[in-house]
């Protein structure tokens, strides 16, 4: 649907519904982003949608219901509609709402069906999913994925540290090395960006989804039938993740054994991954077994910007 399809009174509570949701959200968090505005807000969207919450009310017309409004809110025109919104209130609010941006509030690494290896960490967050207030927010005194900051969540929550981590879940032999090289020449400042290994979310997991003998984006990609076969989620993971607060740069970080990575399967799979972290506006940083192997100090030079 496009927007001039919709009624006067469906475009009325799409601008009410933004409007209303951007006044909470700066009274709430006076330190802002309009991307981070926009990911609070479509989770709410989504809920809403997956929840069937939609405004329905009986007038001399028949039945009146928010449901094209909001699915129109959750299409591609919708959401860039919400984000020049959230850009343009952005731009009024600056001297409040400009600060160096964290990049990311929250991360969840490791295998997600192992509590042992499983941790949910964040920043600026007062339950995992509300932001703090602003005043808050500045007493937090390590900066944001930091290895300081990293490892004092670690310690404070899963009483381990983040060597402890990578150590258990960086099994396979590139990781080993590139773990390895990076707490040589890294680790030693508390204040250089960590890296996080086997990360599978960050606000919302990562998923692809398995059909049949296909993989895919998204459920709504997937040509159902009438057999009784499943759709099986997975939830897939980043090799590393680095966020680089001073220098404002961010990325994920892929070791590319060659072996692995040359199904047609796994090439689906890459290609969800690289449409995954471009959608979040990060890098994805690819290296190569025979580089890790033969030159990682080049692999380290490119990405100095991130590590320190």
Not at 99 to 113: D, H
Not at 257 to 269: A, D, L, P, V
């Amino acid at each position: 649907m496009k927007s001039s399809e919709l009624d006067n009174r469906h475009k009325n509570h799409i601008n009410g519904k933004i409007a209303q949701f951007m006044d909470a959200f700066i009274r709430q968090n006076k330190v802002w982003t309009p991307e981070q505005m926009h990911e609070a807000f479509y989770e709410k969207v989504e809920g809403e949608i997956s929840n069937d919450w939609f405004l329905r009310e009986q007038n001399e017309f028949g039945l009146w219901s928010s449901e094209p409004a909001i699915k129109w809110l959750n299409s591609n025109d919708g959401r860039k509609a919400a984000m020049e919104r959230f850009q343009n209130k952005y731009s009024k609010h600056k001297p409040v709402a400009h600060r160096k941006s964290p990049l990311i509030e929250r991360v969840r690494f490791g295998l997600n069906w192992d509590d042992r290896k499983y941790y949910d960490l964040n920043f600026g967050l007062k339950d995992g999913y509300n932001f703090i207030n602003t005043n808050a927010l500045e007493d937090l005194s390590s900066i944001p994925w930091t290895i300081e900051h990293v490892n004092g969540q670690l310690r404070t929550k899963y009483h381990t540290n983040l060597v402890k981590c990578l150590d258990q879940l960086s099994t396979s032999y590139l990781e080993r090395l590139f773990v390895k090289h990076w707490i040589k020449y890294y680790h030693h400042s508390p204040t250089n960006p960590a890296i996080i290994p086997e990360v599978c979310s960050l606000r919302q997991k990562f998923y692809y989804y398995k059909y049949s003998s296909g993989i895919y984006t998204t459920l709504q990609e997937i040509p159902y039938n009438d057999s009784e076969e499943k759709v099986k989620p997975i939830n897939f993971r980043y090799d590393f993740l680095v966020a680089n607060f001073t220098r404002q740069k961010i990325a994920f970080i892929e070791l590319d054994g060659f072996e692995h990575h040359k199904s047609r399967e796994q090439q689906t799979i890459d290609s969800i991954k690289r449409n995954k972290a471009s959608s979040l506006g990060i890098s994805l940083l690819t290296f190569t077994s025979k580089r890790i192997k033969e030159d990682i100090d080049a692999v380290f030079k490119e990405l100095q910007d991130y590590l320190t």
